[in-house]
Every structure is written in C-alpha cells, then in structure tokens.
C-alpha cells in the first residue's frame, strides 16, 4: 500500500502531461479524495475512494487515462 504522494507521483509519472495541483478529502464523504491538476491545458478534478488511490495499479491507471481524455470531472476509482 503507497501512501498518497506516492500515489500521486505514479499519476504524474504516468501521465507526464499531467501537472498536479492539490489533494483534498472531500466534504460530503471523507473516505473519498480529490486530485486536482491540469491536463492537455484542462483543468481536471479526479475523485477516488481514498483506499483505492493507496492500492494504484493497471486497472486505476487505465481509468484515469480514460478520465483524462473524456472528462474533465472524473470518478475513476469506482
């Protein structure tokens, strides 16, 4: 299990164009987070049950790609 920079820094490895701006818990639900940064000149939010942020892998990883080329708010830890 990584912790959150950890898990950030793959992101941001994997996605070089992605550039990181911050991590918050979210308000209505606190085992949920937000990573917010900027893709491809876009602002992007992406919204991930804490726990699976922790645990990355391919499967998360394809989903934020996925995320990133679609939508600007995104939900890909579900």
Do not use: W
């Not at 959150?4 to 990181?20: G, L, N, Q």
């Not at 917010?36 to 919204?47: D, F, T, V």
């Amino acid at each position: 299990m990584l912790n959150i920079d950890e898990s950030i820094a793959v992101i941001c490895k994997e996605f070089v164009d992605f550039t990181f701006f911050s991590y918050e818990k979210e308000e209505q639900d606190s085992d949920r987070c937000v990573v917010r940064g900027n893709y491809e000149g876009r602002k992007i939010a992406l919204s991930f049950p804490t726990a699976r942020l922790r645990n990355i892998d391919g499967a998360l990883l394809e989903n934020i790609r996925k995320s990133l080329i679609g939508n600007q708010e995104a939900h890909p830890g579900e």
